[in-house]
């Protein structure tokens, strides 16, 4: 009788903790999409790239990831050096060349943020939280 009550007592907690982490994600995910919506449009040109140490599978196919530097500017801000790690599928690798220039959008909370707008790039949010807590 002990055994069923454990193994009744796991399964529970096993569904519990799928439903949390369910609706911690989905949070997540929410408030990353309210801050892609108050950031500012703007232009970001290449000013280099190098290899992250992150590669991965995204909703774009296989990705590895670039650290960039860039001169983001927009009609309110003048021009400024940014670096951040973005998500670079096979179809967006033409569009990072050195030189070219970038359809972004700023964060209006951290100024280093800079979102992609150009398809087959992402900001890399793996790197960029575990950044934070190595800060």
Not at 7 to 19: L, S
Not at 54 to 69: A, D
Not at 73 to 80: D, G, T
Request: aromatic share 10%; hydrophobic share 45%.
């Amino acid at each position: 009788m002990i055994e069923v009550l454990i193994i009744v007592g796991v399964f529970a907690a096993i569904i519990g903790f799928f439903m949390f982490a369910s609706k911690s994600g989905a949070k997540m995910l929410a408030e990353r999409d309210a801050r892609i919506a108050k950031a500012e449009k703007g232009k970001a040109t290449i000013i280099g790239s190098h290899a992250a140490g992150i590669r991965g599978t995204g909703s774009g196919g296989h990705y590895q990831g670039y650290e960039f530097t860039l001169e983001v500017s927009n009609a309110y801000k003048e021009p400024y050096r940014a670096k951040c790690v973005w998500e670079v599928y096979p179809m967006g690798a033409p569009k990072v060349q050195e030189g070219m220039e970038v359809n972004v959008k700023i964060d209006a909370e951290d100024d280093q943020i800079i979102y992609p707008m150009d398809q087959g790039l992402a900001l890399s949010w793996n790197y960029l939280m575990m950044n934070k807590r190595k800060k």
